[in-house]
């Protein structure tokens, strides 16, 4: 029984480490993309080549939407936007969760703040190797990324906790701001 619990625990902490580490480099083109968003409960598509024409944006991927970490740091989010707003930012979570899902942690947790898109198909939190679990079953890691309005990735942080997050997109774009 043992062995078993070994053998056991050793699988589920590669499960959750696949691919946490991987992520784009600095300098790197983002991916583009258009997703499925809620903002305030209600549907609207995120843009990320549209966004970019107004100023940096911040994607932040995340594992699931009402989990404790993924909820604080929705928060802090929320709570942060007047700061980035006024840096000229956008700001943009995605997780694998369903639209229906999003539309709600848009409203109670995002605060009406900020849009939450839904990738059900992982398909751009692979593009953006932020992706980890199963092939049957893909969950994005904590990974955000700056990006400036070139559309290159500027700065990009994975880390487990919440509030690093937040600290770190808006010092990253402050220093864009003062390098451009």
């Not at 995002?110 to 849009?115: A, E, M, Q």
């Given at each position: 029984?043992k062995i078993f619990?070994?053998v056991?625990l050793?699988?589920?902490l590669a499960?959750v480490?696949?691919g946490?580490?991987a992520?784009?480099?600095?300098?790197?083109?983002a991916?583009t993309?258009?997703i499925q968003a809620a903002?305030?409960?209600?549907?609207t598509?995120f843009?990320l080549?549209?966004?970019?024409?107004?100023?940096?944006?911040?994607?932040?991927?995340?594992?699931?939407s009402?989990?404790?970490?993924?909820?604080?740091?929705a928060?802090?989010?929320?709570?942060?936007?007047e700061?980035?707003e006024k840096l000229?930012?956008?700001v943009i979570?995605i997780s694998?969760?369903?639209l229906?899902?999003?539309r709600e942690?848009?409203?109670?947790e995002c605060?009406d703040?900020?849009?939450v898109?839904?990738?059900p198909?992982?398909?751009?939190?692979?593009?953006?190797?932020?992706?980890?679990g199963?092939a049957s079953r893909?969950?994005?890691?904590?990974?955000?990324?700056?990006?400036?309005?070139?559309?290159?990735?500027?700065?990009?942080l994975?880390s487990?906790?919440?509030e690093s997050?937040?600290r770190f997109?808006l010092e990253s774009?402050?220093a864009?701001?003062t390098?451009?």
């Amino acid at each position: 029984m043992k062995i078993f619990s070994h053998v056991l625990l050793a699988y589920l902490l590669a499960i959750v480490s696949t691919g946490a580490r991987a992520e784009l480099s600095v300098g790197s083109r983002a991916p583009t993309f258009a997703i499925q968003a809620a903002l305030g409960g209600k549907d609207t598509v995120f843009d990320l080549a549209k966004s970019l024409t107004k100023g940096p944006v911040v994607v932040y991927f995340y594992p699931k939407s009402f989990t404790s970490v993924c909820t604080e740091e929705a928060r802090l989010f929320a709570e942060a936007m007047e700061e980035f707003e006024k840096l000229g930012a956008s700001v943009i979570g995605i997780s694998t969760d369903s639209l229906d899902t999003q539309r709600e942690f848009s409203r109670l947790e995002c605060r009406d703040k900020f849009p939450v898109g839904a990738d059900p198909d992982g398909s751009i939190v692979r593009a953006y190797d932020a992706a980890r679990g199963t092939a049957s079953r893909v969950m994005a890691s904590r990974t955000s990324y700056v990006i400036a309005p070139g559309g290159t990735i500027h700065a990009v942080l994975t880390s487990s906790d919440a509030e690093s997050h937040i600290r770190f997109a808006l010092e990253s774009i402050r220093a864009l701001k003062t390098k451009g």
